[in-house]
């Protein structure tokens, strides 16, 4: 019951052309030189090169080409469940900051290790910041990520079936675990003379305990609404409920962002020389910070996404706190904007 469409579907949004879909036909294979090309053509989005190693950002592209994607699929389906996902692995659009800053650690701190294994074992968080995006987009329903349409997006528009919408998700979420499994290998294939195998074992552990954390974040997050209205669990002290929104904010945090900036510390205290547990810590508030920052962006931008879903966030939980409790005419101000 699954049928090919041979045309190029375009995809609009807001009336806006984002990007073409890629023929049903073609391979794997030929998607992946071409967004290679791509990555080498372009570099690293304007906004983030200065923080950069460039060539080290291109090279993070490689080895998720690599090891990551896979060719020569037996199904069309899932050829276009790859394709799909590896235009969002390997999209330029993407940061790759937080491996970029593992390698920094690298450079500054000096390793035994050959910068080649390093740049293998810092593409694993990476790639699981990217598949964890992949799984809150399916639950959070959205349609686009890096100016590509998600997998679900994606797989709605190519399977000609009356069940399209739920089969796209499920196609969808099974291509994420995929990816998670196959993630695992980067460390696995890491050569034992520089990484024994203990020390692989404490690096897939620290990945194991962030997405324990990226989970429990996401719970937090989605049941975290609806902002000032009565009867849901969430309900804030200045609203007559009891919970401190600033805490409870601060843990969905720690466990979303904050938990992959973690990681990258505990990959950089296992592959440089430092001695210590500070990057770890160092990697959970600069990862808290992070994510504060971007959901002020999200405001500032005027994105309103939080908004429209009674998604609370610190800024906005702080917002509406100066709106409901202050006396004060420049905290309500400070509220309303």
């Known amino acids: 019951g699954i049928g090919k469409r041979g045309n190029i579907i375009s995809i609009y949004q807001e009336e806006k052309e984002i990007k073409e879909f890629v023929q049903p036909e073609s391979s794997v294979d030929e998607i992946k030189s071409q967004m290679l090309e791509e990555v080498e053509e372009e570099g690293p989005p304007d ?13 993070f592209s490689r080895i998720i080409a690599e090891d990551v994607i896979q060719e020569d699929k037996d199904r069309w389906v899932l050829d276009q469940a790859e394709i799909a996902g590896l235009q969002l692995l390997l999209s330029p659009d993407q940061k790759r900051l937080r491996p970029s800053i593992g390698m920094k650690f690298y450079d500054w701190i000096g390793s035994e290790k050959s910068r080649d294994a390093a740049l293998q074992a810092f593409a694993m968080p990476e790639v699981t910041h990217i598949y964890t995006k992949g799984i809150d987009d399916i639950m959070d329903r959205d349609d686009w990520r890096n100016e590509f349409p998600t997998i679900q997006r994606y797989m709605q528009e190519v399977l000609d079936v009356a069940e399209g919408d739920e089969l796209a998700e499920n196609v969808a979420i099974d291509y994420w675990l995929d990816v998670k499994s196959r993630n695992y290998s980067l460390i696995s294939n890491l050569d034992e ?71 990258i510390g505990t990959f950089a205290e296992q592959i440089t020389d430092y001695n210590g547990d500070a990057l770890t810590q160092w990697g959970l508030k600069a990862g808290e910070a992070f994510q504060i ?28 706190e100066y709106l409901h409790t202050s006396g004060q005419e420049e905290l309500k101000r400070r509220g309303e904007r």
């Open 293 to 320: 920052a971007d959901d002020v962006l999200d405001l500032e931008n005027e994105r309103w996404k939080d908004l429209e879903n009674g998604n609370y966030t610190l800024p906005i939980a702080l917002g509406e």
């Open 193 to 263: 003379d520089e990484f024994p195998l203990e020390e692989q074992k404490k690096l897939r552990m620290a990945v194991e305990e962030a997405e324990s954390h990226l989970s429990d974040g996401q719970t937090l997050d989605l049941t975290g609404v609806k902002i000032g209205d009565e009867g849901f669990h969430v309900q804030p002290e200045y609203l007559g409920g009891d919970e401190d929104m600033v805490k409870y904010t601060g843990q969905t945090n720690r466990g979303k962002t904050s938990a992959i900036f973690g990681v």
């Open 47 to 59: 906004k983030i090169e200065p923080y950069l190693n460039t060539e080290d950002w291109k090279e």
